[in-house]
Structures are given as structure tokens and as C-alpha cells.
């Protein structure tokens, strides 16, 4: 079993930057994407990165260039440093773990994760 936290969310003008992070627990020797997905009210989760076993790290087109995905070197916490930040950002965003197997790494896609943590609130007004 796997426990997903996240912190950091919060308010903030167009333009400016958030960090928000997910403390990850609960599981030894067993590989996985982390990912961060969104969803707005009314609307889909949608992924927004992710990183994985095989290193591979994948962005939606609405985050590259503007968003960050990195873990720290033990694999406990995951980061997503948002910058330059855009009303339509505002949404819960959501940590996320996916089990994987040979090939280490999993489309970002909500049906392919497996752990989900509760979501922090990122808003951003104009």
C-alpha cells in the first residue's frame, strides 16, 4: 500500500509560482510513476506530469515550459514547481503512484495510477 500527502497549494496572482508537494510512504522495493494530475471544477482529472522508474518524465502541453516534476534523491517526496501561472490553472491537483512493470513506466493517464492522495487546492486569479 502506498500513502500519497500533498502539501503546498495555495493562492497566488497570474504570473507568479507555487511548490506543491506529496510526502509518499508505505512500500519497499516495488517500482512506480509518480505523477501530478488536476481537476477543475466541473471538469476532468486531467495529468499534468510524471516521473518514472525508467526516468522517463512526461508533460501535458499545458505544463511544459512552465511546470517542474522532480523527487527528491530518495524517492519520499515528489515536487511540482509551477511557475508563470495562469488563471485556468486554478483547479485540486492531485499526487499520484502507478505500479509498473518491465518497460518502468505508464502512460499519464488517471486510469493507469493506482494510489491517489486527498488533492491541495492551487488558485490563481487574474
Known amino acids: 500500500q502506498v500513502q500519497l500527502v500533498e502539501s503546498g497549494g495555495g493562492s497566488v496572482q497570474a504570473g507568479g509560482s507555487l511548490n506543491v508537494s506529496c510526502a509518499v510512504s508505505?512500500?519497499?522495493?516495488?517500482?512506480?510513476?509518480m505523477g501530478w494530475f488536476r481537476q477543475a471544477p466541473g471538469k476532468e482529472r486531467d495529468g499534468v506530469a510524471s516521473?518514472?522508474?525508467?526516468?522517463?518524465?512526461t508533460y501535458a502541453d499545458s505544463a511544459k515550459g512552465r511546470f517542474t516534476i522532480s523527487q527528491d534523491s530518495a524517492e519520499k517526496t515528489l515536487y511540482l514547481q509551477m511557475n508563470s501561472l495562469k488563471p485556468e490553472d486554478t483547479a485540486m491537483y492531485f499526487c499520484?503512484?502507478?505500479?509498473?512493470?518491465?518497460?518502468?513506466?505508464?502512460?499519464?493517464?488517471?486510469?493507469?495510477?493506482?494510489?491517489w492522495g486527498q488533492g491541495t487546492q492551487v488558485t490563481v486569479s487574474s
Open positions: 508505505g512500500y519497499t522495493s516495488i517500482d512506480l510513476c
Open positions: 499520484a503512484a502507478a505500479l509498473v512493470g518491465p518497460m518502468g513506466w505508464v502512460p499519464l493517464r488517471d486510469y493507469e495510477y493506482n494510489y
Open positions: 516521473i518514472c522508474k525508467n526516468g522517463r518524465i
